[in-house]
C-alpha cells in the first residue's frame, strides 16, 4: 500500500481545512452577501431520504436533497421563507424558515410514510421503491436506482445479483452467482464500476471489467446505474456507470444485522452469512461513524460438460469432450468504515475506508476425451486440480477503497474535493495440477444430441483410473495480479443568479494515476521415480461419480485425492525434477496509467425545462511493457525478454447536452446526448510476442490501440404514481467507433514471414447500438382488502446492434453483432407487502448474444439465453425483528456457452438450487 501518498493527502486535508476554519468558525464568518438554509430530510425512524424534492414558491426555486438526504439552498436574501418538502409515497410536509445575512439557517424535516387516501402504509421494500424512484425522478440524467431496502427483499447475495433486476442490465456467472453486467447491451468492458464516484480497479489481469461478486449487496446504502454520464463524471461509460453508494452520515444511534445460513443442494452443505451495522453520533452530533461488516460463507459446487467442435465434410464433429466435478468454498468478507465531521453547517470532512476480501477454494475433477476426430487414436485425461491451502487452489482477491473528503461552502461558491487510494489485487498461490493420461484409445461418438453428446470408450482398460495409466503432467503455479489507483478531484458549484439554483456553473478536475502488474510463476515437475508415483497415486483415489449429475448421463469416474496432490513434498529434489516454464511468463506485464480530466457544466432551468450542457476533456498517458518469448523449430524453449517500454499518448473532447422537461409533478421526459470512450483492455496493450516456429503461429499484443468511443443518444419518457409507482418508456442509440476484438489469421504475412496463423486485438471495425426500454411498477392500492398491500414490477429491453468495416475475414457483415449484446432482457416480480408479512417471485430472463469471435464464423462462442427464477419471504415479529427465507435459482438455470449454433454446446455447468433462512434486525 502507498502510504506516503495516502500521508500527503491526509496533510492536505489538514493544511485546507486549518486554512478554511481559521475563518470560519462559526456561521457570522462567512463571507457573503446573502444568507443561506441547510439541512436534511429524513424520515420517522430518522433514516436519510435520498431525492427529495424541496422548494420555495416565494422565490420558485427548488433543491433536491442528495444521497444522505442533505440539501443546501444559497444566495438567498433576508426574510423568512417556507419550505415545502416532497417525497413519493410519503406525506408532503412545509415549514418556516427566517434567513439572515450572512448566517446559515438550519431546518430538517422529518417526513411521515403513507398514502392516506387508500391506506397504504409504505415500509418496507416500499420505502427502499420509494426512495429509488424519488432520485430517479429528480435527476437530470437518466438513472435507476437500487436502496438497501430494496436489495433486502430481493434473494441477491451480491451487489451483481442485485443489478440483473434494473432494466438494460444483463449479468454473466460463474459458480452460480453473478460475476460480471452489461448495460444496455455494451459489454463489461464498456461500463465502469465506482465506490462513492471512484472508479475502483479490477482484481483479474487481463480485464478492466469489475467482479461485482466481490462485494456483498448488504454493504452498499445504495446502487446508482447511470445510463448517460454528465460531464463531471468519468467518461470511460458506453453503457453506464454503476455507482455503490456506502454507507455514511448516520442522524442518530442505529444497530442492525443479519444472522442466517444457506444450503446448496448441489454441495449439501449449509454455511453461515452474518452482517451487522452499528452507526452513531458524538461530540454534540459533529462527529458521525458508521461501522460495517459482512462475512457470507457458502459452500458451492458445479457440474459441468464442455466441448470443442470443428468442420468435416459431414458437418460439425466433436473433437474434445469434458466432463468436471467443481466443488467451491467461497468465503466473502467486506468492513467499512466511515467517518464524517461537521465543522459547522457550511464546512464538513469525510474519511471513508472499505475493504473486500474473497476467498475460493476450489477442486476440480477434470476427465478429457481428446483427438476425438483421430479414429482409433484418441486419448484420455485425468486432471485433478488442487492446492496446498484446505487442500484446494486458493484464489484470493482484495480490494481496498480509502477515500478523503470535503465539502465547503464559501459564501455562494461550494467547493468540495476527494481523494483516494484503491488497489486490487488477485493472489493465486501453490495452485497444482495433477495429470494422468490413457493413449491410444479407441473411442466412438454419439451424437444424436449435440446439447448433450456422449462417447463410447471401447477399451474397457480406459474407462477408469488404474494402474496401467500414465504420467502426464504434474505443475505448480503462484500467480499474482495487482491494480493500484490514485485520485484526486475538485469540483465547484457556482449559482450565477440571486437565490438561483436554475443558473449554475460547475466546474473541476481530476487526476488518476493507475500502475498494474501481473506476475505469475510457473513450474513443472517430474517423478524421478515414474513408476513409484503412479502407484502411490493409484492407492490414493476416490471416485467423483454421481448418481444426480446436473450436466446429463455422465460418469466421471475414479481420480488421485486432493490430499494426495496438496501433500506433495515438491521441493524435495530426490523425488521431483523442477523446471521453470518460460511460457507461462511470457504473460507477465507492467503497465501504468495517468488520466488527467477538466470539466465544466452548465445548469440552466427554463419554467418546466432544466437544462445541462457540459463539455469533459480526459488525457491519457500510457507506458506498457511485457515479454518476448520464441519457441524453436521443435517446440522447444530458445528465449525470453522483456520488451521495450512503449509510451503512448490521447486526448479526447467529449461534449454532452440533456434537458428534463416536465410536463406537470409527476410526468417529464428526458434527453441526453452524451460522448464516452472505453479504453483497451490492460493485455490488449501489453506489447508482447509469442513466437512458435514449430507450429508457425505468431501472437502479438497491440500498443497501438485506439479506446472505443461512442456517441450517445437517449430518450425517455417517465410517470411517477403517487402509490409509489412509475411507468417509463425510452429509447437509445450509440455511434461505437473502434471497439475491439481478437483476430486470428491464416497464411498472414508479417515481418517476412508467411504465418500459419497469426492473432491480434485490433480495432475491428464501428457498430450502431440502438433499442427500447420500457419499465413498469405499481402498488395495487386501488383493490379492495389484503389485495391493495400487493404490487407488481416489470421491465424489458430490447437491443440490436449492426457492424461496419469489419476488419475480420470470414464473417458475413451483415450478420454480425457486438460481443456482449443481448437482444431481449425481461425482469418482472409480483410481491405482496403487508403489516407483517412479505413475499416476492422473481423472474429475470435474457436473451443469448456471441460472446467472442472465432477465425470463421462456426467458431464464434455464444453466451445462451438464461432464465432465473426466485422467491423469498420475509415476517416482522415487530419494528425491529424480521425472519426471512430464500430459494434461489429454482430452475436450475446453467451457465451455457455454444459454438455456432445454440444446439452445439461448448460448456454447460449446473448449480442446483441454493436456500437462505435468517434473522434481520434492526434497533
Do not use: C
Not at 474434445?320 to 464524517?340: N, P
Not at 477454494?361 to 486419448?379: C, H, M, P, Q, T
Not at 443568479?497 to 513450474?523: H, I, Q, T
Amino acid at each position: 500500500m502507498n502510504w506516503k501518498f495516502l500521508f500527503l493527502i491526509f496533510f492536505f486535508s489538514l493544511s485546507i481545512n486549518q486554512t478554511i476554519f481559521a475563518t470560519t468558525e462559526n456561521d457570522e464568518d462567512i463571507p457573503s452577501n446573502y444568507g443561506i438554509i441547510t439541512g436534511r430530510v429524513l424520515d420517522q425512524d430518522k433514516l436519510p431520504l435520498p431525492g427529495a424534492t424541496i422548494f420555495i414558491k416565494s422565490l420558485n426555486q427548488g433543491v433536491v436533497s442528495d444521497v444522505n438526504g442533505f440539501y443546501r439552498f444559497v444566495k438567498l436574501p433576508a426574510g423568512t421563507f417556507e419550505l415545502t418538502v416532497s417525497y413519493i409515497g410519503f406525506t408532503e410536509t412545509a415549514e418556516k424558515v427566517p434567513v439572515e445575512i450572512g448566517k446559515t439557517s438550519t431546518m430538517n424535516f422529518y417526513l411521515k410514510a403513507g398514502i392516506d387516501l387508500n391506506e397504504v402504509v409504505v415500509n418496507g421494500s416500499l420505502q427502499g421503491q420509494s426512495k429509488a424512484l424519488n432520485q430517479q425522478k429528480n435527476n437530470i440524467n437518466i438513472t435507476n436506482v437500487i436502496s438497501a431496502d430494496q436489495v433486502g427483499r430481493f434473494p441477491d447475495a451480491n451487489v451483481g445479483d442485485a443489478l440483473k433486476r434494473i432494466p438494460g442490465i444483463s449479468v454473466q456467472y460463474d459458480m452460480g452467482e453473478a460475476r460480471f453486467g452489461s448495460i444496455r447491451g455494451a459489454s463489461p468492458e464498456y461500463n465502469s464500476v465506482t465506490v462513492d464516484g471512484d472508479r475502483i480497479p479490477s482484481a483479474e489481469a487481463e480485464t478492466r471489467a469489475i467482479q461485482l461478486d466481490l462485494i456483498p449487496s448488504d454493504m452498499v446504502q445504495s446502487i446508482e446505474v447511470n445510463k448517460v454520464v454528465t460531464s463531471d463524471m468519468d467518461a470511460d461509460a458506453i453503457g453506464g456507470s454503476v455507482n455503490l453508494v456506502t454507507k455514511s452520515n448516520p442522524y442518530a444511534r442505529r444497530i442492525s444485522g443479519t444472522i442466517g445460513t444457506s444450503y446448496s443442494m448441489l454441495s449439501e452443505e449449509a454455511t453461515e452469512n452474518i452482517s451487522l451495522l452499528y452507526a452513531d453520533r458524538f461530540f454534540n452530533n459533529k462527529l458521525g461513524m458508521t461501522l460495517a461488516g459482512s462475512r457470507q460463507n457458502n459452500k458451492l459446487g458445479a457440474d459441468d460438460l464442455e466441448a470443442e467442435w470443428d468442420q468435416s465434410d459431414n458437418g460439425l464433429i466433436m473433437t474434445e469432450l469434458q466432463v468436471r466435478t467443481y466443488w467451491v468454498q467461497r468465503l466473502r468478507q467486506s468492513y467499512s468504515a466511515a467517518f464524517d465531521y461537521a465543522f459547522n453547517p457550511s464546512h464538513k470532512i469525510e474519511a471513508k475506508v472499505m475493504y473486500n476480501h474473497r476467498n475460493d477454494w476450489e477442486n476440480r475433477f477434470r476427465v478429457v476425451y481428446k483427438d476425438l476426430d483421430e479414429a482409433g487414436d484418441s486419448k484420455i485425461e485425468r486432471e485433478v486440480k488442487a492446492g496446498t491451502n484446505k487442500n484446494a487452489r486458493l484464489e484470493d482477491q482484495r480490494t481496498w477503497h480509502i477515500a478523503l473528503k470535503g465539502d465547503h461552502q464559501l459564501g455562494a461558491l461550494e467547493a468540495k474535493w476527494q481523494a483516494s487510494y484503491s488497489k486490487a489485487n488477485e493472489d493465486r498461490p501453490n495452485e497444482r495440477y495433477l495429470n494422468f493420461v490413457y493413449k491410444h484409445v479407441d473411442i466412438d461418438q454419439d451424437l444424436t444430441d449435440t446439447e448433450k453428446p456422449q462417447v463410447l470408450v471401447n477399451n474397457a482398460d480406459a474407462r477408469d483410473f488404474n494402474p496401467n495409466w500414465a504420467f502426464d503432467e504434474l505443475s505448480e503455479e503462484h500467480q499474482y495480479t495487482e491494480d493500484i489507483d490514485k485520485a484526486f478531484k475538485v469540483d465547484f458549484k457556482l449559482p450565477l443568479a440571486e437565490s438561483s439554483k436554475s443558473n449554475v456553473l460547475r466546474f473541476g478536475a481530476k487526476y488518476k494515476g493507475k500502475s498494474k502488474l501481473r506476475d505469475n510463476d510457473f513450474y513443472a515437475y517430474e517423478p524421478t521415480d515414474e513408476d513409484a508415483f503412479v502407484a502411490a497415486a493409484v492407492a490414493n483415489t476416490k471416485m467423483q461419480t454421481k448418481s444426480d449429475y446436473r450436466a446429463g448421463d455422465y460418469v466421471a469416474g475414479t481420480f488421485v485425492t486432493k490430499g494426495f496432490v496438496a501433500d506433495l513434498n515438491l521441493n524435495n529434489s530426490s523425488s521431483f525434477d523442477k523446471d521453470q516454464d518460460p511460457e507461462e511468463l511470457a504473460g507477465n506485464f507492467d503497465a501504468s496509467e495517468d488520466v488527467t480530466a477538466g470539466y465544466i457544466r452548465y445548469d440552466r432551468s427554463f419554467g418546466n425545462m432544466d437544462l445541462v450542457a457540459g463539455l469533459r476533456l480526459e488525457n491519457t498517458h500510457l507506458k506498457y511493457e511485457g515479454y518476448a518469448i520464441t519457441l524453436n523449430e521443435d517446440g522447444d524453449f530458445e528465449s525470453l525478454d522483456k520488451t521495450p517500454r512503449v509510451k503512448s499518448s490521447y486526448t479526447n473532447i467529449l461534449p454532452s447536452l440533456m434537458f428534463k422537461y416536465q410536463f406537470s409533478k409527476n410526468t417529464q421526459i428526458k434527453f441526453g446526448w452524451t460522448n464516452t470512450i472505453a479504453r483497451p483492455r490492460y493485455f490488449d496493450l501489453v506489447p508482447a510476442v509469442e513466437t512458435n516456429r514449430e507450429d508457425n503461429e505468431l501472437n502479438i499484443g497491440n500498443p497501438g490501440l485506439d479506446p472505443t468511443t461512442s456517441m450517445n443518444f437517449d430518450l425517455m419518457f417517465e410517470h411517477y404514481y403517487s402509490s409509489v409507482g412509475m411507468f417509463s418508456a425510452g429509447v437509445f442509440f450509440k455511434d461505437i467507433n473502434d471497439f475491439i476484438v481478437d483476430r486470428s489469421q491464416e497464411d498472414y504475412s508479417y515481418l517476412n514471414n508467411i504465418w500459419d496463423k497469426f492473432t491480434q486485438p485490433i480495432n475491428a471495425g464501428d457498430a450502431n447500438l440502438y433499442g427500447l426500454e420500457a419499465s413498469f411498477q405499481r402498488q395495487f392500492d386501488f383493490l379492495p382488502g389484503f389485495l391493495k398491500q400487493m404490487g407488481f414490477y416489470t421491465n424489458y429491453t430490447y437491443t440490436k446492434s449492426t457492424v461496419n468495416n469489419f476488419q475480420i475475414e470470414g464473417h458475413n457483415e451483415d450478420d454480425v453483432t457486438l460481443p456482449g449484446t443481448p437482444e431481449n432482457t425481461f425482469n418482472a416480480s409480483v410481491y405482496y407487502e403487508g403489516p407483517k408479512l412479505s413475499a416476492r417471485v422473481s423472474f429475470n430472463y435474457a436473451s443469448d448474444f456471441i460472446d467472442e469471435f472465432g477465425s470463421e464464423a462456426f467458431e464464434d462462442r455464444y453466451y445462451d439465453k438464461v432464465s432465473h427464477l426466485d422467491v423469498n419471504a420475509s415476517y416482522a415479529f415487530n419494528k425491529k425483528l424480521r425472519l426471512y427465507a430464500e430459494a434461489n435459482n429454482i430452475l436450475d438455470q446453467p451457465l451455457r456457452y455454444y459454438q455456432g449454433e445454440s444446439k452445439y454446446t461448448m460448456q454447460a455447468e449446473y448449480y442446483d438450487l441454493r436456500f437462505n433462512v435468517g434473522l434481520k434486525f434492526d434497533f
